[in-house]
């Protein structure tokens, strides 16, 4: 049985694995904020249902049951956040939260229907791929605007983080997912960039934030 305390242990060892980082019992620590002794604990729980492997000082491993159950709990996280964006009017900044508690509703029919009202979305209000009923993910392939040249135009996409502070960030800067940017200059001293948006109005973006737009060439 999968309680609320596993399924946040699994989507963390799910996004740390997609991340490329090896998930070791300290990098799961700062991950869930608690001591390594509990994540120990909670880890070897966890080993004896088949969700993972672990073995002494080396990385943590999903099994193919603990990576499908990793993308489901994500999948029904990032399918509520398009709910509560698209159908109750929620600002991309406000969902992450309710979601976090939505997530552990354990109706697949619930989230089922939630799908087949939205229309059967592949990607949530920050443009970040939803897994499929089988926890199956469909790649996207976007580069970061800071790796974008001066002269060129860009679609945003996507973010590489999602957090409070950069989504109202970009609120202020009148930037959403699909804006069009062009990129005018490059700051040499500072990478950051001088863009104009379809309005016409011109912003800057320190590179930190261009590193966290997902964008492609248009």
């Known amino acids: 049985m999968q309680t609320q305390t596993n399924e946040n242990?699994?989507?963390?060892?799910?996004?740390?694995?997609?991340?490329?980082?090896?998930?070791?019992?300290?990098?799961?620590?700062?991950?869930?904020?608690?001591?390594?002794?509990?994540?120990?604990?909670?880890?070897?729980?966890?080993?004896?249902?088949?969700?993972?492997y672990y073995e002494k000082y080396k990385p943590i491993k999903l099994t193919v049951k603990g990576k499908r159950l990793g993308a489901l709990i994500v999948r029904r996280h990032r399918l509520t956040e398009m709910f509560l964006s698209q159908i109750m009017g929620f600002g991309w900044e406000e969902v992450h939260d309710i979601a976090e508690e939505i997530e552990h509703i354990s109706s697949t029919l619930f989230f089922d229907r939630m799908d087949e009202i939205l229309g059967f979305p592949t990607l949530d209000p920050h443009g970040s791929p939803i897994p499929d009923k089988k926890g199956e993910v469909v790649a996207v392939n976007y580069l970061n605007l800071a790796h974008i040249k001066e002269g060129q135009k860009v679609k945003l996409c996507g973010l590489e983080n999602s957090s409070k502070d950069l989504l109202l960030y970009l609120n202020k800067k009148k930037i959403k997912l699909g804006s069009v940017l062009s990129v005018l200059h490059i700051e040499k001293f500072d990478n950051s960039f001088e863009v104009m948006l379809e309005n016409n109005a011109t912003i800057f973006l320190t590179f930190d934030v261009c590193m966290s737009l997902l964008v492609e060439k248009m």
């Open 9 to 52: 242990y699994l989507k963390a060892i799910y996004f740390l694995s997609q991340e490329n980082i090896d998930v070791s019992i300290t990098e799961l620590s700062k991950k869930m904020e608690v001591s390594k002794p509990t994540v120990n604990n909670m880890v070897k729980k966890m080993q004896d249902k088949g969700w993972l």
